[in-house]
């Protein structure tokens, strides 16, 4: 069975500097998708970014970028030049790409920016 | 034009009682879920529907009744409620395999007391 690890539960960066929240995962599976969700203090979980892992080439979006590590099941986070609207839960997650099709989250990391 | 919606946002109800909580979506999606989030956050899938069609069913209390009268809407029914479901219910919606990520509504706050 797949398991998704967010090993931080809490994390602070100072607004315009540089963060890096960590995620691991554990499958057997080839293919298979990775994500990112933020949660901010509204409740609306917003995709953030996403991953095939067939693909070498580390995702992009904006101040946002992640680190893929296939070998080492790793898929960690950067977000450059904080802002305080990125205050919010950070949840990784895993998608399979066969069979039953469902996310398993992470435990989330709750990031604060502070000003 | 909100892509997801959900109503009621906020539920207060007596435990005992029998709610419902719809979900709409207007992006054309196949698939469409039920999770929920606990109070540590922890997000867990309930149920879901691709195309009107039950295709996940996690270990949840048959208290709990999912339907999809269509493949636009997924309402979740909750007989006799317990203190342990107040937790915050979200609705979200897919392409069939949801690999290009999920739409979530803005969640039901569940409160039983």
């Known amino acids: 069975a797949q398991t998704v690890t967010q090993s931080q539960p809490e994390m602070s960066v100072q607004e315009a500097e540089t963060v890096t929240l960590s995620c691991t995962y554990d499958?057997?599976?080839?293919?298979?998708?990775l994500f990112w969700y933020k949660q901010p203090p509204s409740r609306q979980m917003i995709l953030v970014i996403r991953?095939?892992?067939?693909?070498?080439q580390n995702a992009t979006e904006n101040r946002f970028s992640v680190n893929f590590q296939k070998a080492a099941k790793s898929f960690s986070l950067k977000i450059s030049d904080s802002q305080l609207g990125d205050t919010a839960m950070y949840f990784c997650a895993f998608l399979r790409s066969s069979g039953t099709y469902k996310y398993i989250f992470g435990t989330g990391t709750r990031l604060k920016v502070l000003a | 034009d909100t892509a997801v919606s959900q109503t009621p946002k906020y539920l207060v109800t007596q435990m005992g009682n029998d709610k419902s909580i719809k979900c709409e979506q207007n992006?054309?999606?196949?698939?469409m879920y039920w999770y929920k989030q606990d109070s540590k956050k922890f997000l867990k899938i309930m149920f879901s529907?691709?195309?009107?069609?039950?295709?996940i069913n996690e270990t949840v209390p048959n208290r709990f009744s999912p339907k999809s009268p269509d493949k636009a809407h997924l309402n979740l029914h909750i007989n006799s409620l317990e203190l342990g479901d107040s937790a915050v219910y979200f609705c979200?919606?897919?392409?069939?395999?949801?690999?290009?990520?999920?739409?979530f509504g803005s969640g039901t706050r569940l409160t039983v007391v």
């Open positions: 979200a919606s897919s392409t069939r395999t949801g690999t290009d990520g999920y739409t």
């Open positions: 499958t057997s599976e080839n293919n298979y998708y």
């Open positions: 992006l054309g999606h196949d698939t």
């Open positions: 529907y691709n195309n009107k069609e039950l295709i």
């Open positions: 991953q095939e892992a067939y693909k070498q």
